[in-house]
């Protein structure tokens, strides 16, 4: 957190002299003061515009402008001098006083597990820094991690330099001396450099440079504060809304006109359509009628909802022919019974040749007298079959006789049929004529002797029911128009329907448009009424959403100033840095040949860099570290780095 401190002051001073809105300034004061809760939040689910955002809104407008400098800074970088000595104990793994000569150019600590190498190197950390990396990467309490864990409690390293022959105590001050310490993971990262991704290579640069902490604190911030900020007031949102509202309640009116004149053409064509050279008006009481007077639709769709007349397909031709059919038949069968009347004599003995023949089937005697047929005669089965042969013409026409009766039997049957049917017809169709006609009943059948009452005589009764067929015969005529009538009827009935479906369009179209004019003139005339509330806190949100996008500007120019500080800082940190390492290098390997010293170094200041050497014996030849030299000269080479810096 000390770096992060530290860095920041850095910022706010180079931030003093950039060409930035007053706000930004402001904006950067509020970072500065709320630091540590900003530090403890990321990116990570907007943490840190969400923790960011209420600060700002409640304190920015009270953040100085001017930057005054790092009160906490010291001025004892600048008169350290050499090291001279460490007093530390109790203090971690020391528990009792030790006192360290650092006197020397170089000290060399080493010994066992356990014996206090880290403590040591921890107890130079909190004495030139003020705060030890460790603990806080544990987030553990400072005051405890110090502690020696027997004694639970420590005393504060005290670090003494020497100016001359001066002895003076070391302040802690992070700022002067954090370039002083360098992890072995730093150096181990850095001779592997070229082996990372370029966003890796970004982090390695900025640990090995010390300002990781600040760099991912500056990666921290969210790109935008604007989810957490009220940049539309929500009541203006609600009032605009409202607003469109009253804007197309205005273009409602104002396109009124229009709408009718519109709607008046097409009711205007569609009376051409129906009835040409009439008024729409007209068109529409023909169509669907007036008080006083019906509809054409209501007339045609009454007119089909009348039951049709049955057709029953009576005539009088039909029962004349029927009648003249019975008594054709009647006459052959007659004839045919009168021929068969003079030959009853062959009939008899035509039934007992077939009567005789019937016992010939493994007959061995004459049926009429017993004797043996070996010894007869004549043979009665021979004298059968034989009479049998001379009567075939009988035969022949009794057959006839038998088929002419049946047809009679079914022409009489279907003249009794189609009696019945006029008869039945007639209960219907013209009761008053079949009950004044006074015809016979029929039988339930058509067997038997029952035609003779309708034919015999003068034929009273098959006349009347010939009248009868006559009117049923006018009726169907008069039917089969109608039907013929009704189909026109139904296809008018569809022309009609599909006229009053477009009336009623019409109808629809101008109701809704006289019924929106009116909620229009409604909206208008009281939209200041209705609103009243809403734009007065309209009004009153007015100051916010402004604050609001103030703290927004602020931010949009804050987070580019910042970003733009830590994209540049490695290269600050470089300057002259190089020149350094290359003198510290040279110093530590001061036994290599002449020739393989570097002559100049250059370091990478952001990712795909590289690290550079030029070698005295080869000057104006670069080389990429990283091939050339072993990963120890390489950490050799990020030593001098932290060194120089």
């Known amino acids: 957190m000390a770096g992060i401190h530290s860095e920041y002051h850095r910022f706010m001073a180079h931030l003093a002299h950039r060409d930035v809105h007053d706000d930004v300034r402001r904006l950067a ?20 515009s969400t923790r960011l955002a209420p600060l700002a809104i409640a304190h920015l407008s009270q953040m100085p402008v001017a930057y005054d400098g790092d009160a906490q800074s010291t001025e004892a970088g600048s008169a350290l001098g050499r090291l001279y000595q460490l007093e530390v104990g109790p203090f971690r793994g020391f ?96 001779a592997r450099i070229a082996a990372r991704t370029p966003g890796d290579q970004r982090q390695l640069i900025a640990t090995l440079f010390g300002v990781d902490q600040f760099s991912d604190f500056v990666r921290g911030f969210n790109p935008l504060l604007d989810q957490d900020l009220m940049l539309a007031g929500f009541q203006a949102g609600e009032l605009a809304q409202r607003r469109l509202q009253l804007a197309n309640s205005e273009q409602t009116i104002a396109a009124y006109p229009q709408k009718i004149a519109a709607v008046e053409a097409l009711e205007q064509t569609l009376a051409q359509r129906m009835w040409p050279a009439t008024t729409y008006q007209a068109c529409v009481d023909w169509l669907l009628g007036t008080p006083q007077q019906q509809g054409r639709l209501s007339y045609v769709q009454a007119q089909l909802d009348i039951n049709p007349l049955a057709i029953h397909n009576v005539t009088q031709a039909n029962l004349q022919q029927l009648l003249a059919e019975a008594f054709r038949v009647r006459g052959l069968w007659q004839a045919s019974s009168s021929q068969l009347v003079a030959r009853a004599g062959e009939v008899t003995y035509a039934k ?84 004044a006609a006074g015809l016979p009943s029929l039988p339930p059948t058509s067997v038997g002797v029952w035609l003779g009452v309708w034919v015999d005589g003068d034929q009273r009764s098959w006349r009347a029911l010939l009248r009868v067929a006559k009117v049923i015969e006018g009726l169907d005529a008069q039917a089969r128009d109608a039907q013929t009538q009704r189909s026109t009827l139904s296809v008018e009935r569809g022309g009609l329907h599909q006229h009053q479906l477009e009336i009623e369009r019409l109808r629809t179209i101008r109701t809704t448009a006289g019924q929106d004019l009116a909620a229009a003139y409604q909206t208008v005339a009281q939209f200041e009424e209705v609103n009243r509330d809403l734009i007065e806190a309209c009004a009153a949100e007015v100051p916010v959403v402004e604050h609001h996008h103030r703290i927004k500007d602020a931010y949009d120019g804050f987070l580019p100033e910042i970003q733009a500080y830590l994209a540049a800082l490695p290269g600050v940190l470089l300057q002259g840095l190089g020149e350094q390492a290359c003198h510290l290098y040279n110093a530590f390997n001061r036994a290599d040949p002449p020739g393989n010293l570097l002559h100049a170094l250059w370091l990478p200041v952001a990712e795909n860099s590289k690290i550079e050497v030029e070698f005295v014996g080869e000057p104006g030849v670069r080389y990429d570290a990283l091939i050339i030299f072993s990963e120890g000269h390489i950490k050799c080479l990020g030593r001098r780095c932290k060194n120089s810096q």
Request: glycine fraction near 6%; charge should be negative.
């Open 95 to 190: 528990m009792r006083p030790e006192t360290f000569d650092l006197s020397h150019d170089i000290t060399l600590v080493y010994g066992a597990n356990g014996t206090g190498k880290s403590s040591f190197c921890e107890a130079l950390e909190v004495a030139m820094l003020g705060s030890i990396s460790e603990a806080q990467a544990k987030r553990a309490d400072q005051r405890d991690y110090c502690d020696n864990a027997r004694l639970r409690r420590h005393a504060a390293p005290v670090l003494s330099s020497m100016d001359g022959d001066e002895t003076r105590a070391v302040q802690p001050d992070e700022a002067e001396y954090r370039f002083c310490f360098i992890e072995k993971n730093r150096l181990d990262d850095f």
């Open 352 to 435: 007992l040749y077939e009567a005789v023949l019937a016992l010939a089937n493994g007959a061995t005697a004459c049926p009429a007298c017993g004797t043996g047929l070996a010894v007869v005669a004549q043979d009665p089965f021979a004298r059968a079959s034989t009479g049998l042969d001379q009567l075939a013409q009988l035969a022949a026409l009794q057959q006839q006789e038998k088929e002419l009766q049946a047809q009679l039997a079914e022409a009489v049957r279907a003249l009794w049929d189609e009696m019945r049917r006029v008869v039945t017809a007639a209960a219907f169709a013209c009761l008053a004529e079949l009950q």
């Open 29 to 48: 004061h509020l970072v500065l003061y709320y630091l540590q809760p900003l530090a403890a939040v990321g990116a990570a689910r907007r943490g840190r």
